[in-house]
């Protein structure tokens, strides 16, 4: 029995690049929600693993694409100001 299907694998990963930096903490407790209540079972332990592997990837690709985003919007890193 497989539980955790593709199309739930590209919704983890549309949820933490589509949603800004909301998506990305959804993605990460929906995914340890679901591992730590399929992890009991023999059945869905392998599904467990996966759905938690997948979520926190999902969260690095989310963390790295939308802090490219922002590292762009805000013109690189901050530049000190002297004051004279």
Do not use: C, E
């Not at 890193?77 to 004279?84: E, G, K, L």
Request: charged content about 10%; glycine content about 8%.
């Amino acid at each position: 029995m497989n539980k955790f299907s593709d199309g739930m694998k590209l919704g983890l990963y549309a949820a933490a690049i589509l949603v800004p930096f909301v998506g990305v903490w959804f993605v990460v407790i929906a995914s340890s929600v679901l591992f730590y209540s399929w992890r009991k079972s023999p059945l869905t332990y392998h599904d467990a693993q996966a759905v938690n592997r997948h979520g926190w990837i999902a969260w690095i690709v989310g963390v790295v694409v939308w802090g490219a985003i922002a590292f762009v919007a805000f013109d690189g890193m901050p530049r000190m100001v002297i004051i004279r």
